[in-house]
């Protein structure tokens, strides 16, 4: 297992550009299911999420390719299994985005019912709820949903909950469903809007994209399409909250400011100097920190993808934070291992109390889930001394060389191969 180590206490400088969305494109990759032509993701990032998704391809026949380092193209054939095995669904919860178009593409799947995850119960009620709305016949059978209908037929689905990969789910089966579908309570995540614009481009029939009503026309088939898979909103925050931590002076590139407006406002609310350009943020410390109040929160809201990464900047910010977790239940696996680094904070229930310190030290640590991974590296960067994350495979997953773009800004930073 790798781990990485980092000698804390350089001001990051420079430009560097984020990778393509790993959360769009990992419904982009279930959505080529939907098509006998091919999908071409360009500016696809190779993280290791991305590997699974093309993985749980091959299990169903379909074939993946990277043609170039960032472009991946996918399927142009017919599935030729229609089940998503254990082994490969139990490392990666998205994996169940493949249950709806391979429904709806074969009139069956069998995907295994992902379990309990690092972050919290996670549950899949809703998307099979909107299967069900939509004429699926669901069961479970050892340990795996599975579900029939030779035809879809489009119906009202009304989510109890906004769910970003159930919204997907469901709507990437509605577009081959018979007739219309109505998704009200539909996730406002970017990443429902671009996949949205991806069916679109297929000839999918689909209104209300950027609202939480969607209304779809079925349609027989759809085409293929070549799509720019947009800057990954969460590798640029988790960027610009790297500098911040740093003292740096940083400009992420290759993003999209509209999808990152919360966490841009919150960084100029702890402290931070912000220049953005649609496409471009710089961020420099040109003053004190101080503690804020940050709540997650639904798109356009605060990111819970981000709620990790920007504890680890308030722990070194004067004054009191209060960081509420709204989104899962479990998400402050991180807490612990900053406390080892010199933290302050008290959790109560889904809320943290940060004290900011006046700095943190480094140590040995480790976390079980990506973006807690993300904000031990930050913490790390800031602290005086050697920092070891342990289990970088959380990071892999869901950034693309995150050390060689942190080390191309000044840091010290090497990939230990155990
Ligand atoms: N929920 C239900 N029932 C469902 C589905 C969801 O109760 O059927 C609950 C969840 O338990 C959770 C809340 O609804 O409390 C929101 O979950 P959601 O379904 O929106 O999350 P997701 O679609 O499984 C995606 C991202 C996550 C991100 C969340 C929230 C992907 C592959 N994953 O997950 O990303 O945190 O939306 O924005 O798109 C990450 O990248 O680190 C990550 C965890």
Same mark, same amino acid.
């Given at each position: ?5 980092? @000698? %804390? ?5 420079? /430009?560097?550009? #984020?990778? +393509?969305?790993? $959360?769009?494109?990992? &419904? ?124 879809? @037929? %489009? ?5 109890? /909950?906004?769910? #970003?990969? +159930?919204?997907? $789910?469901?709507?990437? &089966? ?245």
């Amino acid at each position: 297992m790798d781990r990485f180590v980092i @000698r %804390g206490g350089v001001p990051l400088a420079g /430009t560097v550009s #984020v990778s +393509g969305s790993k $959360n769009s494109m990992l &419904a982009l990759m279930a959505a080529s299911l939907l098509s006998e032509e091919p999908v071409l993701l360009q500016n696809a990032a190779r993280v290791h999420d991305v590997s699974t998704m093309i993985r749980i391809l091959g299990a169903l026949g379909v074939e993946a390719v990277w043609e170039a380092d960032d472009v991946l193209r996918l399927g142009g054939s017919e599935p030729t299994a229609t089940e998503a095995p254990y082994d490969l669904v139990r490392t990666m919860r998205a994996s169940f985005m493949v249950l709806g178009p391979l429904l709806a593409r074969c009139g069956h799947a069998r995907v295994s019912l992902p379990g309990g995850c690092a972050i919290g119960a996670r549950p899949v009620d809703q998307h099979l709820k909107g299967l069900e709305a939509l004429g699926a016949k669901v069961e479970l059978v050892g340990g795996y949903v599975e579900a029939r209908a030779s035809r879809l @037929r %489009g119906a009202p689905v009304v989510f109890d /909950t906004s769910t #970003v990969n +159930g919204t997907q $789910n469901v709507l990437m &089966a509605a577009c081959l469903a018979e007739g219309q579908t109505r998704i009200q309570n539909a996730a406002l995540e970017p990443e429902v809007g671009e996949l949205i614009g991806v069916l679109q481009a297929m000839g999918a029939r689909i209104e209300g994209a950027g609202t939480d009503q969607l209304t779809v026309e079925g349609v027989t088939r759809l085409k293929g399409a070549t799509h720019r898979v947009a800057g990954d909103r969460i590798e640029a925050g988790t960027l610009l909250a790297a500098a911040a931590i740093t003292g740096g002076d940083v400009t992420v590139t290759g993003l999209c400011l509209d999808q990152l407006a919360s966490v841009v406002e919150k960084l100029r609310e702890i402290g931070l100097e912000l220049d953005t350009r649609p496409d471009r943020v710089r961020v420099r410390r040109t003053g004190p920190l101080r503690g804020v109040r940050v709540t997650t929160a639904r798109f356009p809201g605060f990111p819970t993808d981000m709620q990790a990464q920007i504890m680890a900047l308030l722990c070194l910010a004067p004054g009191s934070s209060v960081l509420t977790e709204t989104i899962f239940e479990n998400r402050f696996m991180h807490v612990s291992e900053l406390q080892r680094m010199g933290a302050d904070i008290t959790v109560n229930g889904r809320t943290a109390i940060i004290q900011g310190v006046a700095g943190l030290s480094g140590a040995p640590v480790m976390a079980t889930d990506l973006r807690a991974s993300a904000s031990l590296l930050l913490a790390g960067l800031a602290a005086r001394g050697d920092t070891h994350v342990m289990r970088v495979y959380h990071i892999d997953r869901g950034y693309d060389r995150i050390e060689q773009k942190l080390a191309s800004l000044g840091a010290r930073i090497r990939r230990i191969r155990d």
